[in-house]
């Protein structure tokens, strides 16, 4: 009896262990055999989430998730029978480069079409394989990695040889196809840095589009002379507005049917490469991005001092130096999705100290214009139009409105009014009070909570009022550096070399902090990066961010620091962030927009939209701060706007505090009361539907819908009111 009831108790036992270990086995990584391979590629490395392939051929890769089986390659493994050798050695290839002779003349080199040595080592997480082209005499190691977080993907600069004067690296591409999909083979999209965010969608092109997406991580390299003519009105007024600039170097590619993404961070090199995103149908049928590594670049040297010597085109004699790298943040299931990246990019970012959490509590931005100027009969005569007075009565106003969570900005309260710069010291324009009533409103509104800023834009010089004959940018061509105003009063100003903007700076801020204040706002030097030659010596756009990032560390230190549109390299200096674009560059490929760069920046530092002044459409305008989590911004004056029409603010059309006051006062309101609801928190989730609705999740449970719609519309059985919004806690 006693041995029947033991039985029992076994069989009892072993069935709710196999129970068990059945009910386990649905939640755990899939096993993986060391001898697999998928498409011709054989199993390297794996970690507890993902494992790698390769071909030792291509040196392409695969990346499998452990617990879904989906994967991402490298290569094309699907080939319509359409593309000739150079694009399969480029579908193909780990790396396509391409090859500069004759001075200008280039050819793509990879790993298919091109004779080449490799040696392949294989290590612990990954491999390096050392490469050399025998014809082109030079070579490269290729190193990658399987680590917890995805993969890493990186040429050191001290592999890269080049052995002839015949033959020069000109551009490095990493693998360009990682990712890649065959028509609408896949659902999902690939994510631009462009703007806020832009979404190309995987679908069927059907070969609407003649080009794709280029463009520069950190904007264009004005160092080198643009060969871009700008259209203009009447050879006066111009007509096109410049794209967006890269902000952080940063794109992505989702397969949202199979449940895995990724996020690619340009970690190193980023200041010499470009973001390339191309829809099928773009020459090919394949949906591809990547980022491409600039080594030589080309450029128009002048033949004499005017345009009748005719030019020549060059390249750069030496190479760029930088390692370069890009890791893989690799994303799934729920995660795989643009706003999964910009979560990953957020920890990213905190985990390394690239970003610190700042005090994100709500303010309306109220900047305001001090003085400008205007030509008159003998030089130029004084603007005024927001004094230290008028600051304190509209504070005073605001505050009867109970309208208090306010920074500021104070632009051109200098001697010499807005575009008197460089700022050498500090010394505020008697137009509009003093440096001593300036000192004292600053100290003043402090103690109301009020926090005033003075804007210093380190970059330029203006010509006309300062001496520009030393310490100014040339271009790689050695021709001085001249932007152009297309204004009457200021036609140009140039650049100040980076060393002299951190002597300047420094002078300035030392000044400042004698009057026992520190709120300082810095535009210029935050958002612009260059190749430049001075005193016969070339520098580099990485030697200019460099020194801009040497700078900017410097004096937070010793100021409280807000940064106009900063480069991602910047951000962890920012106490706030000024001019953040809700939108993108609208280029006819982009399907969607989304606030990828607000969801990042979200609950870590507060972000202020561009001026609501100047946008079409304020409705929209206000929905999108909602959606992206954004503060407001206004430009005020206490005069009229139409009192610059003789300026070079000229483009200032509205911007007087009369007219704006109630819309402060009401959007202050609206968009105080959802941050309350949302101060400190992150966004988390994202999600579009139909185009129209947005919903906007926060990791403390609050969730915001947006409807864009002209019309009533439901989600998630809400009813949200035609452009309106809806806050669900």
């Given at each position: 009896?006693?041995?029947k009831l ?11 262990i ?7 086995s649905?939640f755990?990584p899939v096993?993986?055999?060391a001898a ?12 507890d ?6 071909n030792e051929?291509?040196?392409s ?6 617990v879904?089986?989906?994967y ?12 000739n050798?150079?694009w399969?050695g480029a ?8 090859a ?5 003349d280039?050819?793509q080199?990879d790993?298919?079409?091109?004779e080449c040595t490799?040696?392949?080592t294989?290590?612990?997480n990954?491999f390096?394989a ?6 082109y ?7 990658v ?17 080049e052995?002839t ?9 990493i693998?360009?196809y990682?990712g ?9 999209y690939m994510f631009l840095?462009d703007?806020?965010?832009a979404?190309?969608?995987?679908d069927?092109k ?6 794709g997406?280029?463009?520069m991580?950190y904007?264009d390299?004005?160092?080198?002379i643009?060969?871009?003519v700008?259209?203009?009105l ?7 507005n ?10 992505g590619?989702?397969?949202t ?5 990724f996020?690619?961070?340009v970690?190193?090199?980023a200041e010499?490469?470009t ?8 020459n090919?049928?394949?949906?591809r ?6 080594e ?5 040297q ?5 345009s009748s ?10 190479r760029s130096?930088?390692?370069l ?10 995660n795989a999705n643009?706003?999964g ?7 990213y970012?905190l ?8 005090d994100t509590s ?10 400008e100027?205007?030509d008159?009969?003998?030089g130029?005569?004084?603007?005024v139009m927001?004094?230290v007075?008028?600051i304190?009565?509209?504070?005073d106003?605001?505050?009867s409105?109970?309208?208090?969570d306010?920074i500021?900005?104070?632009?051109g309260?200098?001697k010499?009014g807005l575009?008197?710069i460089?700022?050498?010291?500090y010394k505020?324009d ?10 004292k409103?600053?100290?003043?509104s402090?103690?109301r909570?009020?926090?005033l800023y003075?804007y210093?834009?380190?970059?330029k010089i203006?010509?006309d ?19 152009k ?11 100040l ?7 300047l700076?420094n ?8 009057k026992?204040v520190s ?13 430049y030659?001075?005193g016969?010596?070339f520098y580099?756009r ?6 801009y ?8 230190g ?21 001019d953040m674009?809700l939108?993108?560059s609208?280029y006819?490929?982009?399907?969607e927009?989304?606030?990828f760069?607000s ?17 079409a ?19 005020i004056?206490?005069?009229?706007s139409?009192d610059?029409i ?6 200032i059309y509205?911007s007087e505090y009369?007219?704006y ?8 309101t ?5 941050s309350e ?6 966004i988390i989730?994202h ?11 926060y990791?403390n ?12 519309q439901?989600?998630?059985g809400y009813?949200?009111d035609?452009?309106?919004?809806k806050v669900?806690?």
């Amino acid at each position: 009896m006693v041995a029947k009831l033991k039985n029992k108790i076994a069989i009892a036992l072993a069935l709710v262990i196999t129970i068990l270990i059945a009910e386990f086995s649905l939640f755990a990584p899939v096993e993986v055999n060391a001898a697999k391979s998928i498409n011709g590629h054989n199993y390297v490395t794996e970690n507890d989430r993902y494992v790698l392939y390769m071909n030792e051929d291509y040196l392409s890769i695969i990346v499998e998730d452990k617990v879904t089986g989906a994967y991402m390659e490298s290569a094309m493994s699907y080939d319509d029978g359409k593309n000739n050798k150079t694009w399969i050695g480029a579908m193909q290839s780990a790396l396509v480069l391409t090859a500069v002779y004759s001075s200008v003349d280039t050819q793509q080199v990879d790993l298919i079409n091109d004779e080449c040595t490799k040696k392949i080592t294989y290590t612990d997480n990954g491999f390096t394989a050392e490469i050399f082209w025998k014809k082109y005499q030079f070579g490269m190691t290729l190193e990658v990695s399987l680590e917890d977080d995805g993969v890493v993907a990186r040429v050191p600069d001290e592999s890269i040889v080049e052995k002839t004067n015949q033959y020069y690296i000109g551009t490095i591409s990493i693998y360009p196809y990682l990712g890649h999909s065959y028509l609408d083979s896949k659902a999902g999209y690939m994510f631009l840095p462009d703007g806020n965010g832009a979404l190309i969608y995987l679908d069927n092109k059907e070969a609407r589009f003649s080009s794709g997406y280029s463009s520069m991580i950190y904007g264009d390299d004005v160092g080198f002379i643009d060969s871009e003519v700008t259209s203009l009105l009447w050879g006066k007024y111009e007509m096109v507005n410049d794209p967006n600039k890269i902000l952080a170097p940063v794109f992505g590619m989702a397969h949202t049917d199979e449940g895995i993404a990724f996020l690619a961070v340009v970690e190193e090199g980023a200041e010499r490469a470009t973001i390339e995103a191309q829809p099928n149908g773009v020459n090919i049928d394949y949906n591809r991005i990547y980022a491409k590594f600039i080594e030589r670049k080309l450029y128009t040297q002048p033949l004499g001092n005017d345009s009748s010597s005719g030019t020549i085109k060059l390249t750069e004699e030496d190479r760029s130096h930088s390692d370069l790298q890009i890791r893989y943040l690799f994303l799934s299931e729920e995660n795989a999705n643009y706003a999964g990246m910009a979560n990953a990019y957020r920890n990213y970012l905190l985990g390394k100290g690239a970003l610190t959490v700042k005090d994100t509590s709500y303010n309306t931005r109220i900047d305001f214009l001090g003085t400008e100027r205007e030509d008159w009969l003998i030089g130029t005569s004084s603007v005024v139009m927001t004094t230290v007075d008028d600051i304190y009565g509209i504070y005073d106003d605001l505050e009867s409105a109970n309208v208090t969570d306010i920074i500021s900005v104070y632009k051109g309260w200098q001697k010499g009014g807005l575009y008197d710069i460089p700022i050498t010291k500090y010394k505020a324009d008697g137009d509009i009070g003093g440096t001593d009533d300036l000192t004292k409103l600053i100290k003043d509104s402090q103690e109301r909570g009020i926090s005033l800023y003075l804007y210093n834009n380190a970059l330029k010089i203006n010509p006309d009022e300062q001496n520009a004959t030393f310490n100014v940018v040339k271009r790689i061509n050695k021709r001085k550096l001249t932007e152009k105003t297309y204004r009457d009063v200021y036609e140009e100003f140039n650049y100040l070399t980076p060393a002299r903007s951190k002597t300047l700076v420094n002078k300035f801020v030392d000044s400042y902090l004698k009057k026992k204040v520190s709120n300082l706002a810095i535009a210029g030097i935050t958002n612009n990066v260059f190749s430049y030659s001075y005193g016969g010596d070339f520098y580099t756009r990485y030697n200019c961010a460099d020194s801009y990032k040497s700078l900017i560390e410097q004096i937070d230190g010793k100021t409280n620091l807000v940064l106009e549109q900063p480069y991602a390299y910047l951000w962890e200096y920012a106490d706030a962030y000024l001019d953040m674009p809700l939108y993108t560059s609208d280029y006819i490929y982009e399907d969607e927009s989304v606030p990828f760069m607000s969801i990042v920046l979200k609950g870590v530092i507060p972000v202020y939209a561009d001026y609501i002044n100047f946008e079409a459409n304020k409705h929209e305008f206000f929905l999108r701060m909602v959606e992206s989590g954004s503060f407001p911004s206004f430009y005020i004056t206490k005069e009229s706007s139409s009192d610059l029409i003789y300026t070079n603010s000229n483009d200032i059309y509205s911007s007087e505090y009369d007219v704006y006051r109630d819309t402060i006062i009401e959007y202050s309101t609206e968009l105080k009361e959802i941050s309350e609801k949302t101060e400190g928190a992150y966004i988390i989730g994202h999600e579009i539907f139909d185009s129209q609705i947005r919903k906007v999740t926060y990791d403390n449970g609050v969730v915001i819908y947006i409807n864009y719609a002209r019309t009533g519309q439901s989600a998630d059985g809400y009813t949200i009111d035609a452009m309106s919004y809806k806050v669900v806690e």
